[in-house]
Each structure stands twice: as C-alpha cells, then as structure tokens.
C-alpha cells in the first residue's frame, strides 16, 4: 500500500469537499507504517546478523578459521557475501564478533573476584574457577566457541587481529591473575614462592592447557573435578592455603 500518495489525495478530497477526519486518519497509517517498517528492518538486520554468527560457529568449528571463506559462512547462512560486509569488515572482524557474544568462563572467573573487596580472595577464585570448568562443560555455545578459538584458529596474516585478541585477553587474565595472587599472600601473611608474575603465568597456563585437552577429549576426565584438584595443589606449592 503506496501510504505516502494517501494523504495528498485524501487532502485533495477534503479540499474539495470531501471529510478530513479521512486525511487524518490516513496520514496516520502513513506515520504507522513508516515506524513499523524502521522497526521492522531493525529487527530483520538483527536476525541476520545473529544468523552469520551462527553459521559462523558451525563453520569455524568444522572447517578451521582459516579454512573458512565469508563464501562458505553465507551459504551456511542462506544469505550473500554482501550481507557479511553488511555487518562486518572482514572475517577477523566476524570472529572477533562472534567471541563478543559468549562471556568466556576465565572472563566470567576473574570478574567475579575483582569486585569482591576485603579479605582474602583465594576462596572466590577457587569458587569462579570451578564455575568456569562446569560452564566449559555445560554450556554448549561456550564450548564450541572456546573450542573454535583454542583448536581452530591459525594466526595467518589475514587474522592478525584475532591474533591480537587473543593475546591482549591473555595479557589481561595473567594480570588480574597476579593481584589476586598477591592479595591472598598478604591477607594470609606469606610470602609466594616465586615472584607473582611467575606465578601468574602457571596459574594461566595451568587452567587454560586443562580446558584444552578437555576440549580434545572430554571423555578422558572430569575437568571439573580434576581441574579444582589440580589448582588446589598449585595453589599449595606456591604457599597458599
């Protein structure tokens, strides 16, 4: 329905004779549509948008990173390339926005323990820790993202931002890692047995290598309980409780 034509010709009816409460009435099914199709397209960029990212997961997942063209993601789709760089610069710029979309469980870990104040926050990063094992485990778009990240992505020239992602989230997590580390220290009045930064870096390498091999064959142990054992005994060997 041509809405816009409407209110010139329902004024031309009035000027003429005819009722106005008619021009009224279509010149408000005129701003009607218009806000209802802004919506509408709003709403439909938006479904396509999650629809990309969707196919996004299943592709990276089953063909790598690198191995996936914006080709194989928008037939995956059942859209265009043009709707790709509708939405997204290139495919760093897809993948970095298909990791925006899942909080990762380290990210969900330490966040919850930097806001904690007070006291030691040993017994909060044991807590988030585990939480982060049990939703690599339990949650299924998280898993297959941190596997598409982990086992997936090779850092070509074409994906040196995702590589830069990857290492500015690495850098961020062994930090946050080492004030937790020299919080607990002083709350408990100990000394680390290696420098924190050191022993940052374990802590990291520790938890990230155990969601790793999970992710490679998660049959092969309970990360859960093998991964709150495990960061136990660090814990322990660097001297805390």
């Known amino acids: 329905m041509e809405f816009s034509c409407s209110v010139r010709v329902d004024r031309e009816t009035a000027a003429s004779g005819g009722s106005a409460e008619a021009a009224s009435i279509h010149t408000g099914l005129h ?15 938006l479904a396509t948008r999650s629809s ?32 790709i760089y509708w939405h997204f610069r290139d495919k760093a710029d897809l993948f970095n926005a298909m990791m925006d979309r899942v909080v990762m469980p380290l990210q969900c870990a330490l966040e919850s323990v930097q ?22 485990v339990a949650d299924p778009q998280t898993r297959r993202v941190f596997e598409v990240a982990t086992h997936k992505v090779e850092y070509v020239d074409s994906l040196c931002a995702v590589r830069e992602r990857h290492r500015q989230m690495q850098e961020r997590v062994v930090g946050q890692f080492r004030q937790v580390l020299l919080r607990s220290a002083e709350a408990q009045g100990v000394r680390l047995a290696i420098p924190a930064a050191t022993a940052a870096q374990g802590l990291h390498a520790l938890v990230d290598g155990l969601i790793q091999n999970w992710l490679l064959e998660p049959e092969g142990f309970g990360l859960e309980a093998v991964g709150s054992r495990a960061i136990d005994a660090y814990l322990q060997g660097i001297g805390l409780q």
């Open 31 to 45: 701003v009607y549509s218009d806000t209802n199709m802004v919506r509408r397209s709003k709403e439909d960029a």
């Open 115 to 136: 806001q904690a104040t007070g006291g030691d926050p040993l017994p909060g990063l044991r807590k988030s820790l585990r939480a982060a094992f049990r939703q690599t």
């Open 52 to 83: 990309l990212l969707d196919a996004a997961e299943r592709v990276f997942l089953a063909q790598g990173v690198a191995g996936t063209s914006l080709n194989d993601i928008a037939l995956e789709a059942g859209t265009t390339r043009g709707a």
